[in-house]
């Protein structure tokens, strides 16, 4: 079994920047896709980044593109997501999620894994 538990988040101006931090435990994710999430109350959960396991290859969502960098340390087991120029529709609750498989997925269904989520708020 995997844990995942995100943190980072928390209250900056628009134009700020945060990093956000998924700790993974239960067992070593070095071999699993990773991907960040974010969901605001009262839409779905959408795609926002994803990484293959040796940090080569990676995908974003169009809205972060440019904006967002995600990262992984494979020997810390901890995966990253930089937020810079942030903007008030970033403002969401930010999971991250681990994926056995080993392509790089824009869809929530294929991640096996899920952290409880931690919440970025971005006031203008």
């Known amino acids: 079994q995997v844990q995942l538990v995100e943190s980072g988040g928390r209250l900056v101006q628009a134009g700020g920047s945060l990093r956000l931090s998924c700790a993974a435990s239960?067992?070593?994710?070095?071999?699993?896709?990773m991907g960040w999430f974010r969901q605001v109350p009262g839409k779905e959960r959408e795609f926002v980044a994803a990484?293959?396991?040796?940090?080569?290859?990676?995908n974003y969502a169009d809205s972060v593109k440019g904006r967002f960098t995600i990262s992984r340390d494979n020997a810390k087991n901890t995966l990253y997501l930089q937020m810079n120029s942030l903007k008030s529709e970033d403002t969401a609750v930010y999971y991250c999620a681990a994926d056995r498989s080993s392509l790089v997925t824009i869809s929530l269904d294929e991640y096996d894994y899920w952290g409880q989520g931690t919440q970025v708020t971005v006031s203008s």
């Open positions: 239960g067992r070593a994710l070095s071999t699993y896709t």
């Open positions: 990484i293959n396991w040796i940090g080569s290859s990676t």
